[in-house]
């Protein structure tokens, strides 16, 4: 696809972050964000959408809350915080969709579960209610980098996430709850349907061609809806540097 076929009017390039436009909850390459906020942006419109909360998302695109004009489109938690041009358009809740009874039924066999696993270590935040989403991490989310990587590889091997999630989705088979692994060390979990797709719903009411870039776009991985649906041209991209050689492509440059 030429240059000529893209606009702004009506083509929008969505990026997922993590592995994506940065190594997993590493920051954006300088050289990459002023490549996306200027050259690309001049050509199409852009957007993120991130598994992430929004304070991670502005964290890991190193610009602080200019980033949400930088970028036209900013969707956290899978878009159910929706921010164009710097303006917050919709945000969701997760304890209102599901009930406070039902939220407190998942909480308590949550933290049951994590208080019988035996890992080769524990840190805190365990559990983190976010706006349209829960996050569980089995070895807590406060663990520092090298933390992270070892229990990546630890659950590489031991598939911890993995069990967790076949036995949430049978403890609660009876409830509209979706699990799904987006990152290195945890669980996301959300009411069926405010996966990433929830983000397309933005742009229902006019005609857009959305190019979608994900690097988890196989099934169980969280762009693996967004990638797969009519509504999007899926791409999938090994990390930062494969999404830039693709961009250019598309754009029309080499
Ligand atoms: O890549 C998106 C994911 O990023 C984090 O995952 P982890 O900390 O496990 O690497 C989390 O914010 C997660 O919610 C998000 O989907």
């Not at 959408?49 to 602080?64: C, M, P, R, W, Y």
């Not at 041009?85 to 949550?110: C, H, P, R, W």
């Not at 693996?224 to 250019?248: A, C, L, Q, W």
Request: hydrophobic share 35%; glycine share 10%; net charge negative.
């Amino acid at each position: 696809m030429g240059s000529t076929a893209l606009s702004r009017n009506d083509t929008v390039f969505l990026f997922d972050l993590d592995g994506t436009l940065t190594e997993p909850r590493q920051t954006i390459s300088p050289h990459f964000y002023q490549y996306l906020v200027s050259e690309v942006k001049n050509k199409v419109r852009i957007g993120i959408v991130g598994g992430s909360d929004l304070v991670k998302i502005l964290e890991q695109l190193g610009n602080g809350e200019k980033a949400l004009k930088d970028f036209d489109y900013v969707f956290a938690e899978n878009g159910l915080v929706a921010y164009a041009n710097g303006e917050l358009k919709a945000t969701q809740s997760m304890s209102k969709a599901i009930g406070d009874d039902q939220l407190q039924e998942f909480t308590n066999y949550v933290l049951g579960y994590l208080s019988k696993l035996k890992l080769p270590r524990k840190r805190g935040n365990f559990i983190e209610l976010r706006a349209g989403m829960m996050n569980i991490c089995p070895i807590g989310r406060s663990c520092s980098q090298e933390e992270r990587i070892e229990f990546y590889e630890y659950d590489k091997i031991h598939n911890i996430r993995d069990k967790m999630v076949e036995d949430l989705r049978q403890q609660f088979s009876h409830t509209n709850l979706h699990f799904s692994i987006g990152g290195q060390i945890s669980i996301d979990v959300f009411p069926k349907g405010w996966d990433k797709t929830y983000s397309l719903n933005f742009f229902k009411n006019v005609p857009t061609v959305i190019h979608f870039f994900g690097d988890k776009t196989s099934p169980g991985g969280n762009d693996y809806e967004i990638f797969k649906d009519e509504r999007t041209i899926g791409h999938t991209v090994t990390g930062p540097d494969n999404t830039e050689s693709i961009m250019r492509q598309l754009l029309g440059r080499c």
